[in-house]
C-alpha cells in the first residue's frame, strides 16, 4: 500500500458578519469550524479504517492548485460546477476568515438556461398545455407523450435535465464573455423594465422598449414558420446553423436570433459578471431545487466574480500581502473554461481595486490543468522530498487519535 494524499474542497461553510442574534441561521464561525472537524476526521477514519493506508495527508484543494502554478502566494479564484470560490493563499496556507464563495457556477447557469428554454418554449400560441424539455432517457417511439409525474421529481431526471443543459451551454451558439461592457451592455434575462437600472442603454433604432418586446414576441410567435424554412437550407454549414437556432433531443428548435430570451441564450456567461439575478419570480415552479434560482443558501453570497474577489482582498489585513495577492490571480476551474474570461476578470478587478496594485489574472490555455488544477498540484507536492516528513502515519494515528491528525493538517 502506498501513502494516500486527499484533496479536500476547503469550503468556508459560512461567513458571519455579526452576532449571532443577528443570524437567525445557526450558523456563525464556530459552528463551521466545527463542521470542518468532523469532516476532517470522517475523511481520516475512510483513509486508515476502510482504505488501510500506511500514510495520510489531507490538502485544500485551493492550495494544490496555487502548487499547480507555481506560486506559493496568490488568490485562488475557482469557478466550478457547485460556485465560486475566491481563496487567499498566503506561503502555503488558506486564509479561511477570507475566503468568499456564491453559488453561481456551472449547475446554476444550467438552472437559468432551463428556465429561459422553458419559457421560451411556454410563449408559442400553438403550445397552450405548456410543453416541457423531454431528456433523451425520455425519447420513445411516441415522442409526443409527457414524462410521467414520479420521474419528473426523480433524482434520475434532474441529473438528465442538467446534462442536457450542459450539452446546450458547451454548443457553438453560445459565446463567452464580453471583452468589457459598453454602453448596450445588459444582464441577459432580464426584461427592459428590470433592466433600465443598469448602464445598459437603448437600442440606436430608437424603438420603444414596449414596441421591441412586443417585436420579440411576435418574431418568437413565428418560430414554427422559421423552422419550416429552415429545415430546407441544407447547404448551409454546421456553424451558421448553430447561430440561427439550437436542436433539442426531442427535435423542438430553439430560435437563436429573432427572440430577446434566443439572443440571451448565446451569452449566457455575462450572469458570472451581472450584479443582477434573473427570474426574481422563480419560486412558484418548484420542479427541483435547482431551479429555484431565487432562493439561496444563508451561506453563500449572490455578488458576482468581481465583488466576491474585492471581499477577498477587504479582509486581508496586511497591505503588502494585498498587493501580492493582486499580481497573482488564479483562474480555474471546469465552468471558467470561457472565452475572455480571465481578460474581462483583469479589467473588473482593476476597476474595483486601488490604482496602486497592479491586477494580473493567471489563466493557463491548456484546459485539463484548469480542469483538474487541484490533482495536478497534488502530484507537484507529494514530489517534494520536502513534504515527505509531514505524512500522518498510521501508527500515530493508533496512539493519538483523531486530535493529531485534524491538528497537522493545514
Request: charged content about 25%; hydrophobic content about 30%.
Amino acid at each position: 500500500m502506498h501513502p494516500i494524499l486527499a484533496i479536500d474542497h476547503g469550503n468556508t461553510h459560512c461567513h458571519d458578519n455579526g452576532p449571532a442574534s443577528a443570524n437567525p441561521t445557526g450558523t456563525g464561525q464556530r459552528y463551521n469550524n466545527s463542521i470542518i472537524q468532523n469532516q476532517k476526521s470522517k475523511m481520516i477514519e475512510i483513509l486508515y479504517e476502510s482504505l488501510s493506508a500506511p500514510a495520510a495527508f489531507i490538502a485544500p484543494a485551493p492550495m494544490l492548485a496555487s502548487f499547480a502554478n507555481g506560486r506559493q502566494t496568490s488568490l485562488v479564484v475557482d469557478v466550478g460546477a457547485g460556485g465560486t470560490r475566491v481563496t487567499p493563499i498566503v506561503d502555503g496556507l488558506v486564509l479561511t476568515q477570507a475566503q468568499r464563495r456564491n453559488g453561481r457556477g456551472g449547475d446554476w447557469l444550467g438552472a437559468v438556461q432551463d428556465r429561459a428554454v422553458r419559457d421560451m418554449m411556454n410563449k408559442n400560441e400553438n403550445n397552450k398545455e405548456g410543453k416541457e424539455i423531454v431528456p433523451r432517457y425520455a425519447l420513445t417511439a411516441t415522442r409526443s407523450s409527457p414524462v410521467e409525474e414520479k420521474w419528473r421529481k426523480s433524482r434520475f431526471h434532474q441529473v438528465a435535465i442538467r446534462d442536457l443543459m450542459y450539452e446546450m451551454k458547451t454548443a457553438p451558439h453560445v459565446t463567452g464573455v464580453a471583452f468589457y461592457r459598453n454602453d448596450e451592455w445588459t444582464i441577459p434575462f432580464l426584461s427592459e423594465k428590470e433592466g433600465s437600472t443598469d448602464t445598459g442603454s437603448p437600442s440606436e433604432s430608437g424603438v420603444d422598449s414596449t414596441e421591441k418586446m412586443d417585436v420579440d414576441q411576435e418574431s418568437s410567435n413565428e418560430e414554427p414558420k422559421d423552422d419550416g424554412d429552415d429545415s430546407s437550407d441544407e447547404d448551409e454549414s454546421y456553424d451558421l446553423k448553430c447561430k440561427k437556432c439550437y436542436k433539442l433531443p426531442d427535435g423542438t428548435r430553439i430560435n437563436l436570433q429573432k427572440s430577446k430570451q434566443g439572443q440571451d441564450l448565446c451569452r449566457l456567461n455575462e450572469l458570472l459578471f451581472a450584479s443582477e439575478l434573473p427570474f426574481p419570480n422563480n419560486d412558484q415552479d418548484g420542479n427541483s431545487d435547482s431551479n429555484s434560482l431565487s432562493k439561496t443558501a444563508p451561506t453563500l453570497s449572490n455578488l458576482p466574480i468581481h465583488e466576491l474577489i474585492k471581499e477577498s482582498l477587504s479582509a486581508v489585513p496586511d497591505a503588502d500581502v494585498r498587493k501580492e495577492l493582486c499580481g497573482n490571480i488564479i483562474l480555474t476551474g471546469a465552468a471558467s473554461l470561457v472565452p475572455n474570461i480571465e481578460k474581462r476578470l483583469s479589467l473588473e478587478v482593476q476597476y474595483l481595486v486601488p490604482s496602486m496594485y497592479k491586477c494580473k489574472v493567471i489563466a493557463t490555455k491548456n484546459t485539463i490543468e484548469r480542469r483538474y488544477a487541484a490533482f495536478i498540484g497534488g502530484s507537484v507536492l507529494s514530489s517534494l522530498g520536502s513534504f515527505q516528513q509531514l505524512w500522518l502515519s498510521k501508527k500515530e494515528y493508533e496512539e493519538y487519535g483523531m486530535t493529531l491528525a485534524t491538528q497537522r493538517f493545514p
